[in-house]
Nanobody, 121 residues
Framework: QVRLVESGGGRVQNGGSLRLSCLASGRFFRIIYMAWYRQAPGKERELVATSSLGATTTYADSVKGRFTISRDNAKNTCDLQMNSLRPEDTAVYYC???????????????WGQGTQVTVSS
C-alpha cells in the first residue's frame, strides 16, 4: 500500500517561511507527478503547485514568486518551500501523487493526511 506522509507545517508570522515535505512510501513503479493542494476553513480544496515527471512545474497565481515546488525522484519526496507567507495562506496543506503501480502503467492517485499551516498577522 502506498502512503504519502507530509511534514513541516506549523505557525509563522506574516512574511515568514516554511518548508513542507511529502514522502511517498510503499511498492509502486513510478511517480507520475506530485502536487500540493490546500484547503482553508469554509473553502474548497485548491491546487497550489505541481511537479511532473519531466520536472515541469506549475503554480497557482496566488503563490507564484513566493512558493517553490521541488522533487527528489530518488527519494520519492516532494517539497514545497513557502516564502513571504501571508495570513491568507493559512490552510491545511495536502500532498497528492499520481502513481504508476506497475510497468503496465496502471495509475492510482493518493493523498496525504494533511499538515496545518497557520500564518498570523
Amino acid at each position: 500500500q502506498v502512503r504519502l506522509v507530509e511534514s513541516g507545517g506549523g505557525r509563522v508570522q506574516n512574511g515568514g517561511s516554511l518548508r513542507l515535505s511529502c514522502l511517498a512510501s510503499g511498492r509502486f513503479f513510478r511517480i507520475i507527478y506530485m502536487a500540493w493542494y490546500r484547503q482553508a476553513p469554509g473553502k474548497e480544496r485548491e491546487l497550489v503547485a505541481t511537479s511532473s515527471l519531466g520536472a515541469t512545474t506549475t503554480y497557482a497565481d496566488s503563490v507564484k514568486g513566493r512558493f517553490t515546488i521541488s522533487r527528489d525522484n530518488a527519494k520519492n519526496t516532494c517539497d514545497l518551500q513557502m516564502n513571504s507567507l501571508r495570513p491568507e495562506d493559512t490552510a491545511v496543506y495536502y500532498c497528492n501523487a499520481a502513481i504508476w503501480m506497475s510497468s503496465l502503467r496502471d495509475r492510482n492517485d493518493f493523498w496525504g493526511q494533511g499538515t496545518q499551516v497557520t500564518v498570523s498577522s
